[in-house]
């Protein structure tokens, strides 16, 4: 077997076949000899399926903290997570360009194995294409999530009420700082890290702790966009405070001298809580408790005024609004 | 907005949110407006869920009989239909590249609808990332499919049992020819059409009609690559006759133009049935009452000889081993 990925790997012949069953049918199958079935078959616990996909085109495809193949099982985990479903099984859908190391691959395949294990969930199904040098950088995955929620669990974007208290699970902007610094050849005396993690346990916790009305991961477009998303989405106010959202300095630094805002930049292992007012203790203790959690803070609350935007109250005591993303800040980002 | 893709539209900002709302929300919601949740919340029919992915990157992304919007939603129908699963549910996730005419995306977006409610799938949930020009070419789009299979209804590649007969539901080799001549700018008297089509419908028909013990679309690969996976899997040997496979005059002609073999090239909508000899006559007689199957044959059959392998009974009447494609046939066919 040549030590690159060929066109012949993706003909769907003999040398796809080699490939599937030496990259990944070894590391996902789980003894589970399903590898060669057009489509799997599947047992789901009571509840109601939650269906998700994402596709994964980062770049650098290793970077600190992780690299694609874990953020492809950590993202589709999460989004799951994001409507309170346990996850259960995921597909992957690899677009491969000719050339790519095949060692490259075998290690984005551990990866996968490696946090799938972590976050209790099967790949179940697969796919594989080649396109011609050129045509592709390297690696694209596909993963889409199956998961089950919970008759008693009502968790959507729209649910956010006046008087909701919102929370963060911990520090903002690791994961695209690391990323941006990574990419430009910056280096700072504490290394910036990815944040990327799979949340499913940490939202588990969570339930357990409150009636949650809303979750949301704060990845492209970062903190700012995905409260406008939710602002939006349920026609509220939103009110936060610049104080109290947790940024480690690192990646204070490095925005500063990128001209990039924390704020704006994505997670890949927090996410956002908007629960009623009088459990936002509970919930930020349930948080902490965890160690995905130990920075949480609550950073607003949900109010009556100006639905459908967002405000920031500012270090100096003042308001200013705080919009969506505009333009683009970081291609390839996840 | 601009009239093509830019890397903002993958920002998961403003425009990341114009482009969804724009392009697939307004084509795949049917009303529902869970557009801008992280997972889609389904019901399930009782049964045991079936679920599978496909990633497409054929070029062109436009051809004779359909385009990659079409083919996403057949490739995915088609395999969950292959475990005898009612195809329900779809994700779709895009890659584009920057650049690519928007009258391009929204083409394919309209063209995954139609064949969307063609097929009874709706798609719940979806994922687009820009990479920069040169990064991708113009569009890979990736489909998970989440069906159910009636709890009497067992089809596996392992299924296959000596003295089963094996059954094409039509003409092999109408969608890789098509797609190769029109790369290679080549004219025919007949145009050459794909057989893109999603197959729920025929494969209800089948199983009504009897205990079908294996189904299997042969796409990438061909008939003959698709016969040894069954072979194999079911560790039965199988006799097929060159002269009972059905292929089109304008296909035949094509391949010998381009130096191919049929039996080795892509279709998009057929399938390969594997039923009780006794059941063959029935099997045929529903197939070919179906509009997609008027000319379905009987190609051959299975037998406790040469277990993993399929030898082809020439027009000569001698025997010769069909074996997997080898090698790279025709790249991005699908």
Same mark, same amino acid.
């Given at each position: 077997?040549?030590?690159?990925?060929?066109?012949?790997?993706? =003909?769907?012949?003999?040398?796809?076949?080699?490939?599937?069953?030496?990259?990944?049918?070894?590391?996902?199958?789980?003894?589970?000899?399903?590898?060669?079935?057009?489509?799997?078959?599947?047992?789901?616990?009571?509840?109601?399926?939650?269906?998700?996909?994402?596709?994964?085109?980062?770049?650098?495809?290793?970077?600190?903290?992780?690299?694609?193949?874990?953020?492809?099982?950590?993202?589709?985990?999460?989004?799951?997570?994001?409507?309170?479903?346990?996850?259960?099984?995921?597909?992957?859908?690899?677009?491969?360009?000719?050339?790519?190391?095949?060692?490259?691959?075998?290690?984005?395949? /551990?990866?996968?194995?490696?946090?799938?294990?972590?976050?209790?969930?099967?790949?179940?199904?697969?796919?594989?294409?080649?396109?011609?040098?050129?045509? /592709?950088?390297?690696?694209?995955?596909?993963?889409?999530?199956?998961?089950?929620?919970?008759?008693?669990?009502?968790?959507?974007?729209?649910?956010?009420?006046?008087?909701?208290?919102?929370?963060? =699970?911990?520090?903002?902007?690791?994961?695209?700082?690391?990323?941006?610094?990574?990419?430009?050849?910056?280096?700072?005396?504490?290394?910036?890290? =990815?944040?990327?993690?799979?949340?499913?346990?940490?939202?588990?916790?969570?339930?357990?702790?409150?009636?949650?009305?809303?979750?949301?991961?704060?990845?492209?477009?970062?903190?700012?966009?995905?409260?406008?998303?939710?602002?939006?989405?349920?026609?509220?106010?939103?009110?936060?405070?610049?104080?109290?959202?947790?940024?480690?300095?690192?990646?204070?630094?490095?925005?500063?001298?990128?001209?990039?805002?924390?704020?704006?930049?994505?997670?890949?292992?927090?996410?956002?809580?908007?629960?009623?007012?009088?459990?936002?203790?509970?919930?930020?203790?349930?948080?902490?408790?965890?160690?995905?959690?130990?920075?949480?803070?609550?950073?607003?609350?949900?109010?009556?005024?100006?639905?459908?935007?967002?405000?920031?109250?500012?270090?100096?005591?003042?308001?200013?609004?705080?919009?969506?993303?505009?333009?683009?800040?970081?291609?390839?980002?996840?």
């Amino acid at each position: 077997m040549s030590d690159i990925v060929t066109l012949a790997h993706g =003909s769907g012949g003999k040398l796809s076949h080699e490939l599937v069953l030496d990259v990944f049918v070894s590391r996902f199958s789980d003894g589970e000899p399903d590898g060669l079935e057009d489509a799997a078959i599947l047992r789901l616990p009571p509840g109601r399926p939650a269906l998700t996909t994402d596709s994964y085109v980062i770049q650098p495809r290793f970077f600190p903290g992780g690299d694609i193949g874990k953020l492809a099982v950590c993202g589709t985990v999460n989004d799951l997570s994001m409507r309170g479903a346990v996850p259960l099984y995921l597909t992957a859908g690899f677009v491969l360009e000719e050339g790519l190391p095949l060692g490259d691959l075998r290690r984005i395949a /551990a990866s996968m194995a490696a946090t799938a294990r972590e976050a209790g969930v099967r790949v179940v199904a697969g796919d594989t294409k080649v396109v011609e040098r050129g045509a /592709a950088d390297g690696v694209f995955i596909n993963t889409a999530g199956l998961g089950v929620v919970a008759d008693d669990i009502h968790i959507s974007a729209r649910n956010a009420r006046p008087g909701d208290a919102i929370l963060v =699970s911990g520090a903002m902007g690791d994961h695209g700082l690391s990323i941006m610094t990574r990419r430009e050849g910056l280096a700072f005396e504490s290394p910036l890290m =990815s944040d990327c993690a799979p949340l499913h346990d940490i939202v588990a916790a969570l339930l357990a702790a409150c009636p949650v009305h809303v979750l949301r991961d704060p990845t492209r477009g970062g903190l700012a966009t995905a409260l406008n998303e939710l602002a939006s989405a349920s026609s509220v106010g939103i009110e936060v405070e610049d104080a109290s959202i947790p940024v480690h300095d690192p990646v204070r630094a490095a925005s500063e001298l990128l001209g990039l805002d924390p704020l704006y930049v994505a997670n890949e292992g927090k996410f956002i809580a908007i629960v009623p007012g009088d459990c936002a203790d509970d919930a930020l203790a349930a948080l902490r408790r965890h160690p995905l959690g130990r920075e949480a803070a609550v950073i607003g609350r949900v109010v009556e005024d100006h639905p459908g935007r967002v405000t920031l109250r500012t270090l100096l005591g003042t308001h200013r609004l705080l919009d969506m993303l505009a333009g683009e800040q970081l291609p390839r980002i996840c």
